[in-house]
Nanobody, 123 residues
Framework: QVQLVESGGGLVQSGGSLRLSCAAS????????MGWYRQAPQKQRELVAA???????DYADSVKGRFTISRDNVKNTVYLQMDSLKPEDTAVYYC?????????????????WGQGTQVTVSS
């Protein structure tokens, strides 16, 4: 009953910027942790950035100082501002969220993934 829709990926030159968005919709009671992951070809999916419902953030060492994760709890949306992009940032970026799904007088917790959006950084 919950869907995550990502947008904002594309092709950018080294040193450029992109802003990814992920909007959650459906029978949502509340969203706890949200995060962005990425997966390059022939590599494991890795956590890029995460943000709690209270706004605490964590970043992979490789993106610290360049990427910024934020969220809008009213819009149920998480963002990833990517600056000073490098070719090694090229990957499919996935949104992830821990969602409390509304089921009337109660809810259940479930983890959801977005479909992924391609980010390509050229040299």
């Amino acid at each position: 009953q919950v869907q995550l829709v990502e947008s904002g990926g594309g092709l950018v030159q080294s040193g450029g910027s992109l802003r990814l968005s992920c909007a959650a919709s459906g029978s949502i009671f509340n969203i706890d942790d949200m995060g962005w992951y990425r997966q390059a070809p022939q590599k494991q999916r890795e956590l890029v950035a995460a943000i709690t419902s209270g706004g605490k953030t964590d970043y992979a060492d490789s993106v610290k100082g360049r990427f910024t994760i934020s969220r809008d709890n009213v819009k149920n949306t998480v963002y990833l501002q990517m600056d000073s992009l490098k070719p090694e940032d090229t990957a499919v970026y996935y949104c992830n969220a821990d969602v409390r799904v509304n089921s009337g007088s109660y809810y259940y917790s479930r983890n959801y993934w977005g479909q992924g959006t391609q980010v390509t950084v050229s040299s």
